[in-house]
């Protein structure tokens, strides 16, 4: 089991920044990757950036360039720095942690946090 908190949503203006956190506890070993979600309003969850274990990233073309995903391992802590924030940004935002364990993968979610970008 990975325990998932979340922590860094909030209210800014088009153009602004926000910072992301997502801290994880228990069988922290077996993840071996870790990444960022988002749902807004009448839409289904989308990927926003994920980042492995070895440290290689991926990103939806929506954000790239404006986001960024970072880990920091001593405190088992995913980042995710928002930067250029645009209206369309604005939805729930989950943190995601997959495990891989004798060969079968299991996703934790956090309890997900509001981000709105709104004048």
């Known amino acids: 089991q990975v325990q998932l908190v979340e922590s860094g949503g909030g209210l800014v203006q088009p153009g602004g920044s926000l910072r992301l956190s997502c801290a994880a506890s228990?069988?922290?070993?077996?993840?071996?990757?870790r990444g960022w979600y988002r749902q807004a309003p009448g839409k289904e969850r989308e990927l926003v950036a994920i980042?492995?274990?070895?440290?290689?990233?991926n990103y939806a073309d929506s954000v790239k360039g404006r986001f960024t995903i970072s880990k920091d391992n001593a405190k088992d802590t995913v980042y995710l720095q928002m930067n250029s924030l645009k209206p369309e940004d604005t939805a729930v935002y989950y943190c995601?942690?997959?495990?891989?364990?004798?060969?079968?993968?299991?996703?934790?979610w956090g309890q997900g946090t509001q981000v709105t970008v709104s004048s």
């Open positions: 995601n942690h997959r495990t891989l364990v004798a060969g079968q993968t299991s996703d934790y």
């Open positions: 980042i492995f274990t070895g440290g290689g990233t």
């Open positions: 228990g069988n922290i070993f077996s993840i071996y990757v």
